[in-house]
């Protein structure tokens, strides 16, 4: 087995998900490689040694600067068709995901996502990957090299075991369509409060709010139990609310101790990001909602009336 692990950076440092990717590649044996892109960061390939890469390839330019993916699709590509790579791994991360996904693409490779293990099976190379709400794990495999593979990120720590790699420095030429894109603004989100993994309550707001202004309500709940707010898919996906607070199968698993849902219908995708919570409050104007069958508290109402009446008794209480 070949492989080459793709090592992201942020701020100078490698990053920890791609170090423990390597690490767990280096336990599967084999050559492996890691390459790290971007510009003015020659210095950070040699670190990787300590964590089980013997090669670390280095494309250095000011096209890799910003985190884009489609340059970065062209390096990846040249260095598999020199090297010939057969096992091309990444830590999933929103850029890694847009690469990877791009390079199956360019490559015509197979792509197996949301991986939480890798294991050697009668000679071939088989994922795990979980699946219905995380409650069973499918074995994964691929039909054809590169096999291509997103490694839920923090699936694996990394493992200093103390090596060290040769650093390569590599030549890419850039198509001419992956430069089409620039990138105007990188901002960080603020966010007042905890956060959805941390908050102890958590506010969620769905498509029965009726319209984006209306989370004024859900933040209002949620500002005046400490908690924190949450999105249904629905709602993130009609760009009412950010996609970092959707819960669910394709968002956050959550667990406080108090989630209150409003005007959540209770979707079996939604039901698996917040079953584990301790207490389920639903508000909903549909007595047949699902969201009645697993919750603890059911209100059965209009939640224009009920939440504005229910943030009023916390604060009065409060105070
Ligand atoms: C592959 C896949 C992955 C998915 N992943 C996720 C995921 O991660 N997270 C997720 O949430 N969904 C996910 N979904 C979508 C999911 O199936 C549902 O479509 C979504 O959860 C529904 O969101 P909702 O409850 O906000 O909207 P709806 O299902 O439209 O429900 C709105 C509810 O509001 C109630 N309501 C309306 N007006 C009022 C009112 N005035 N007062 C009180 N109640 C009112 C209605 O009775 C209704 O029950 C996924 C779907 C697929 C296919």
């Known amino acids: 087995m070949s492989t080459l692990v793709f090592l992201e950076h942020h701020e100078g440092e490698l990053l920890k998900p791609s170090l423990g990717v390597l690490s ?7 050559d492996v490689a890691g390459v790290v892109l971007g510009s ?18 280095v494309a250095d330019k000011p096209e890799l600067e910003k985190p884009l993916p489609q340059p970065r699709v062209d390096a990846l590509a040249a260095l598999i068709g020199e090297q010939g790579f057969d096992t091309v791994l990444f830590a999933a991360t929103v850029l890694s995901a847009d690469v990877a996904a791009a390079l199956s693409a360019r490559l015509s490779a197979g792509l197996n996502w949301d ?28 039909t054809n090299e590169p096999r291509l593979a997103l490694i839920r990120s923090g699936t694996f720590d990394p493992k200093e075991t ?15 369509f992956s430069l089409g894109a620039t990138m105007i603004e990188q901002a960080h989100a603020e966010s007042e409060g905890p956060s959805i993994e941390d ?32 999105a249904t898919r629905a709602v993130v996906d009609a760009g009412w609310y950010p996609y970092a607070t ?6 956050k698993t959550v667990s406080p101790k108090l989630y209150i849902a409003c005007g959540i219908s209770g979707a ?3 039901k698996v990001g917040m079953q584990s919570s301790g207490v389920i409050v639903a508000i909903n104007k549909d007595p047949n909602a699902p969201i009645f069958e697993f919750c603890d508290l059911g209100v059965v109402g209009d939640l224009h009336e009920i939440v504005p009446k229910l943030t009023e008794l916390v604060r009065q209480r409060k105070s």
């Open 246 to 251: 959707q819960v669910g199968q394709t968002g």
């Open 40 to 57: 003015g960061v020659r210095e950070l390939a040699a670190g990787a040694g300590a964590y089980g890469a013997s090669k670390v390839y």
């Open 162 to 176: 103390g090596g060290e790699a040769q650093v390569e420095e590599f030549d890419v030429q850039f198509e001419d």
């Open 24 to 30: 767990k590649a280096a336990d599967l044996g084999g």
């Open 199 to 230: 908050a102890d309550v958590i506010v969620a707001g769905g498509r029965g709010l009726g319209s984006p202004e209306n989370f004024k309500l859900v933040e209002e709940l949620a500002q005046a139990l400490g908690g924190a707010v949450a």
């Open 268 to 270: 079996i995708q939604h």
């Open 115 to 142: 991986l939480t293990d890798l294991v050697q099976q009668d000679g071939s190379l088989i994922g795990k990957r979980p699946a219905l709400g995380d409650s069973v794990l499918v074995d994964v495999g691929w």
